[in-house]
């Protein structure tokens, strides 16, 4: 079983920053593929970004390339999502997830751990 606790989420302008983290507990880190997702109001869940579990090979929807970086810190148990230059369409729950293995997906349903959500409200 794994536990995933996401943090730093707030309220911020456009054009601001936050860097989000999830914290991870209850088995070995480092075999996982970790993914952010984030759920606007009314909306479905979708993809945001994921990370090999060696941290080399990343992903991003095509929205925040260039404004969001995924990181993971293995011996903290620790993945982070900073997110630059944000956008009112930013606003959302943002989500961490884990998936065995070492395939990264984009898909909602090949990942087996969620986290509680952390709300992201950008303003104009």
């Known amino acids: 079983q794994v536990q995933l606790v996401e943090s730093g989420g707030g309220l911020v302008q456009a054009g601001g920053s936050l860097r989000l983290s999830c914290a991870a507990s209850?088995?070995?880190?480092?075999?996982?593929?970790m993914g952010w997702f984030r759920q606007a109001a009314g909306k479905e869940r979708e993809f945001v970004a994921a990370i090999k579990w060696s941290g080399g090979t990343t992903y991003y929807t095509d929205s925040v390339k260039g404004r969001f970086t995924i990181s993971r810190d293995n011996a903290k148990n620790t993945m982070y999502l900073q997110m630059n230059s944000l956008k009112p369409e930013d606003t959302a729950v943002y989500y961490c997830a884990a998936r065995e293995g070492r395939i990264a997906s984009k898909l909602l349903n090949e990942y087996n751990y969620w986290g509680q959500g952390t709300q992201v409200t950008v303003s104009s």
């Open positions: 209850g088995r070995t880190f480092s075999s996982f593929v």
